[in-house]
């Protein structure tokens, strides 16, 4: 996973920002065709903006990778509960045209969901805090 982040242009924690990285990293996926983006984005945040998800299906970007740490709380605001505990972010994701969408819950996970999510952009991982990963 470092080897391939180290080759991309990675876009987090953008605090103060909540709902606005999916729409950032769409425009730098459109405007950098070249590079790869890699948008690590909460779960409060994306829930923040969800119709973000509509427009980067629609445009499906071959070169961005979206990875969500989902631990069902608006972090930036002060841990307040999400909903995300009873929607399924991934499907969420597919339904809006996202070709690769896994929902992993341990580092391994993760690793392995970037490999194999590249060829098929883009790409929505919604991932479990380190607070959550043995409830996933």
Known sequence: LGM???E???LSL???????????????????PRRRIVAIDGDGSLLMNLGSLATI????????LHVVLDNQAHDTTGGQETVSGTIR????????????CRRV????????????????APVAIPSASSSRVAGM
């Not at 990285?21 to 405007?31: R, S, V, Y």
């Not at 991934?90 to 996202?98: C, L, N, S, Y």
């Open 14 to 32: 953008l605090g103060g920002l909540a709902g606005a990285l999916t729409g950032l990293a769409l425009g730098l996926a459109l405007n950098l």
């Open 57 to 64: 299906g629609h445009y499906a970007p071959a070169n961005l």
């Open 89 to 100: 972010l991934e499907e969420v994701a597919r339904a809006a045209g996202f070709r690769f």
């Open 8 to 10: 991309a242009v990675t």
């Open 105 to 120: 819950s341990d580092e391994a996970g993760l690793a392995e969901a970037v490999v194999a999510g590249w060829s098929q």
């Open 4 to 6: 391939i982040v180290r």
